[in-house]
């Protein structure tokens, strides 16, 4: 095990620093709200909260599904198209999700074109029937900016019942079972008409 001495007072700022960094995926480090969207890498750690939304735990969603059969927005980033593809391939990506949901890729990055931004109050708009007070809950992976920024969205557009479930789908499917999710195709070809959205970076 490394251990570290430090004298100075900026070296105790370097460390602390360098701890919140390092620190586990169940780390208390207290990641403050952004005022607005957090436009920076879309997997970090997020805060405990979302100002005008509602946080929930798997008991909460659970019970949310039964009761109140929310929108289900999963704003997980699509896998790069792979390269060297034939001209005319097909290329519709899928993953495993919350049954159910519905998946709007890349939907939560920022910032975010202001047709692309328009485009996805447009299809939420739709989704809900135009409801406001429809429950709509975002989620898409553990440590993911993305839902949080969706939820901040829908929250300032003016929907009264905005739920947050910040484990994702991985946190689900700890317990749950999933099923194969296609990207939302009116989204996605609102989104390619304006701009790709977001994709997964290449390993």
């Not at 490394?2 to 370097?14: E, F």
């Not at 960094?21 to 997020?46: K, R």
């Not at 979302?50 to 798997?58: M, N, P, R, S, Y």
């Not at 949901?101 to 809900?128: D, H, Y």
Request: hydrophobic share 40%; with cysteine; aromatic share 6%.
């Amino acid at each position: 095990m490394l251990r570290v001495r430090l004298k100075r007072p900026v070296g105790a700022t370097i460390l602390a620093a360098l701890l919140v960094a390092a620190a586990p995926a169940d780390s208390p480090v207290n990641v403050p709200e952004p005022l607005e969207l957090y436009e920076g890498p879309q997997h970090g750690y997020t805060p405990s909260t979302l100002d005008g939304a509602t946080v929930v735990d798997l008991a909460a969603l659970d019970k949310l599904i039964t009761d109140d059969k929310p929108l289900l927005l999963d704003v997980v980033l699509a896998d790069r198209k792979p390269e060297g593809l034939p001209p005319g391939t097909l290329w519709s990506p899928s993953h495993r999700s919350i049954p159910g949901a519905v998946w709007l890729p890349g939907a939560g990055v920022a910032p975010m074109k202001p047709e692309q931004q328009t485009g996805f109050l447009k299809r939420v708009e739709a989704l809900t029937g135009g409801d406001r007070s429809k429950p709509i809950v975002t989620f898409c992976q553990p440590e993911c900016w993305g839902s949080w920024n969706a939820g901040k969205r829908l929250v300032s557009a003016g929907y009264s019942r905005v739920y947050w479930w910040p484990l994702g789908v991985e946190g689900w499917q700890d317990s749950h079972d999933t099923a194969v999710v296609k990207a939302d195709k009116a989204w996605t070809a609102a989104a390619d008409d304006k701009a790709p959205p977001a994709v997964e970076p290449q390993r």
